[in-house]
C-alpha cells in the first residue's frame, strides 16, 4: 500500500504561482498512475490534472480544462514525487488539493484512485 503526502500549499496572490509536490512511499512508483484532485468549500472532489502512462512507461500528462495551459503535472521517478506546477493563480483555483494513486487504472475525471494523500491548502487572494 502507497503512503502519499503532500506539500508545497500556501497564500499567494492571483496570478501568482505555487508547486505542489507528492512523495509516495513506495518504491514502485513508476508503475503508479498519479493524479491531483481539489476540493473547495461546498464544492464536490474535482479532478485537476494526471500523469499516467502507457507501455514502456511512457508518461503523458491529462489536465482539466479548466487548468489547462497553467497548471502542469511532472514525475521525478528517481525521487518517488509527482508534482503539480500552478501559474496564473486565479482564485477559483483555492482549495484543498490531493494527491492520488492507482496502480491499474489511469487517474481520469470521475476515477476513484485508492490511494490519497492528506491533502494541502492553496488559497489565492483576489
Known amino acids: 500500500q502507497v503512503q502519499l503526502v503532500e506539500s508545497g500549499g500556501g497564500l499567494v496572490q492571483a496570478g501568482g504561482s505555487l508547486r505542489l509536490s507528492c512523495a509516495a512511499s513506495?518504491?514502485?512508483?513508476?508503475?503508479?498512475?498519479m493524479g491531483w484532485f481539489r476540493q473547495a468549500p461546498g464544492n464536490e472532489r474535482e479532478f485537476v490534472a494526471a500523469?499516467?502512462?502507457?507501455?514502456?512507461?511512457?508518461?503523458?500528462?491529462k489536465y482539466a480544462d479548466s487548468v489547462k495551459g497553467r497548471f502542469t503535472i511532472s514525475r521525478d521517478t528517481a525521487k518517488n514525487t509527482v508534482s503539480l506546477q500552478m501559474n496564473s493563480l486565479k482564485p477559483e483555483d483555492t482549495a484543498v488539493y490531493y494527491c492520488?494513486?492507482?496502480?491499474?487504472?489511469?487517474?481520469?475525471?470521475?476515477?476513484?484512485?485508492?490511494?490519497w494523500g492528506q491533502g494541502t491548502q492553496v488559497t489565492v487572494s483576489s
Open positions: 492520488a494513486a492507482d496502480a491499474e487504472h489511469p487517474v481520469v475525471a470521475g476515477s476513484r484512485p485508492p490511494y
Open positions: 513506495d518504491r514502485s512508483f513508476t508503475r503508479y498512475h
Open positions: 500523469s499516467s502512462w502507457s507501455g514502456g512507461y511512457t508518461y503523458y500528462g
